[in-house]
């Protein structure tokens, strides 16, 4: 008897052994924890990303790719992590990203998750800066703030709630 896909596995349960074999225990090596190579310990950060249903549940087979400018405000760094298959945080280490031309410091986030049939993209904003000049925060008008960490003793903490009503802002790209 063959069994069916359900439209709720759309990403798989495949999507970690492709993605991120280590969290299927293919691989010993973490694929994207650590973003730029080595990153000085006085210029490190952390950011823990932690996405949430819309009953407020951790999405734990949630894929969470960031990308970020270099310290210096130019593209090119990137990092890949899946959820914690019990806790649904993901964590990363890297330099706090530059300003790049116009726009205040920020990270681009890509989740794709069980029952995400297309990638959702958004952005992290970081407390500490003038977020309200960057012209794409602008965008997000009252919702604004859906895209702001929140800073913590260790680094940068931030929810991304997919439904409800405080639902981060997504960008239709």
Known sequence: MAL???????????????????????EQRSM?????????QEEAITLDITVLDGAG??????????WQAGSEGRAGHWGRQAADLET????????KPGAAEGQT???????????INLGLTTRVYFPDENNTSDPVFGLAGDRAETMVAERTNAGYAHVIHLQGPEETVFFDV
């Open 4 to 26: 069916k896909e359900s439209p709720s596995q759309t990403a798989g349960p495949y999507v970690h052994i492709g993605c991120t074999p280590q969290t299927a225990g293919l």
């Open 32 to 40: 994207g924890a650590q973003l730029g190579g080595e990153v000085a």
């Open 57 to 66: 549940d951790p999405v734990r087979d949630a894929l969470i790719e960031i």
């Open 88 to 95: 649904g945080l993901a964590h990363f280490t890297a330099c």
């Open 105 to 115: 410091p920020h990270i681009l986030v890509w989740i794709v998750a069980r029952g």
